[in-house]
T-cell receptor, first 111, second 110 residues
Framework: GAGVSQSPSNKVTEKGKDVELRCDPI?????LYWYRQSLGQGLEFLIY????????KSGLPSDRFSAERTGGSVSTLTIQRTQQEDSAVYLC?????????FGPGTRLTVL | GIQVEQSPPDLILQEGANSTLRCNFS?????LQWFHQNPWGQLINLFY???GTKQNGRLSATTVATERYSLLYISSSQTTDSGVYFC????????????FGQGTTLQVKP
């Protein structure tokens, strides 16, 4: 079956602009995660969704970051007023029976 | 918070050689996964192994939860095994979020 998909695969933006990153999880997976991978920080957890609610947002680095999930499926991660330190690969994963399956990621470059 | 340490940080092998990658964690965990990140950046799930031993082809993994470590064995390595291997632990039973180690970068030379 289809895996986790993310779009866009690459995004280049200017400092101060807002960006939206999309994640389509594997059909039927109720748990969804966002992670960020950067050179200095490795792979870091950002936010967890169970259905449409986000019981754990503890990894969001600032209030410029927000995420939502609709219909228990697609999730959008929004970064407002982007900064250069936001440059990273943003990864989405969905989970079934304990195993997390990752999408290909969105590479964000903030100029 | 929990610490996840992987060793070695870098490893270079000749094709056909065997290797063992180690993951130590500082506290009790609910689950543990091993991933391979290929040169294109895709994280591929290798094993979900909170305890015990599993094998999948040339790869096998063992987790000794009571001693807080896990091992990933790669036998008869191939150039396609190159990439970064991550260990990740699930520390909280409420969310399932993963805490990642820093990875082991493997290069297999032909």
């Amino acid at each position: 079956g289809a895996g986790v998909s993310q779009s866009p695969s690459n995004k280049v933006t200017e400092k101060g602009k807002d960006v939206e990153l999309r994640c389509d999880p594997i059909s039927g997976h109720t748990a969804l995660y966002w992670y960020r991978q950067s050179l200095g920080q490795g792979l870091e957890f950002l936010i967890y969704f169970q259905g449409n609610s986000a019981p754990d947002k503890s990894g969001l680095p600032s209030d410029r970051f927000s995420a939502e999930r609709t219909g228990g499926s697609v999730s959008t991660l929004t970064i407002q007023r982007t900064q250069q330190e936001d440059s990273a690969v943003y990864l989405c994963a969905s989970r079934n029976q304990g195993t997390q399956y990752f999408g290909p990621g969105t590479r964000l470059t903030v100029l | 918070g929990i610490q996840v340490e992987q060793s070695p940080p870098d490893l270079i092998l000749q094709e056909g050689a065997n290797s063992t990658l180690r993951c130590n964690f500082s506290d009790s965990v609910n689950n543990l996964q091993w991933f391979h990140q290929n040169p294109w950046g895709q994280l591929i799930n290798l094993f979900y192994i909170p305890s015990g031993t599993k094998q999948n082809g040339r790869l096998s993994a063992t987790t000794v939860a009571t001693e807080r470590y896990s091992l990933l064995y790669i036998s008869s390595s191939q150039t396609t095994d190159s990439g970064v291997y991550f260990c990740a632990v699930e520390y909280s039973s409420n969310t399932g979020k993963l805490i990642f180690g820093q990875g082991t970068t493997l290069q297999v030379k032909p």
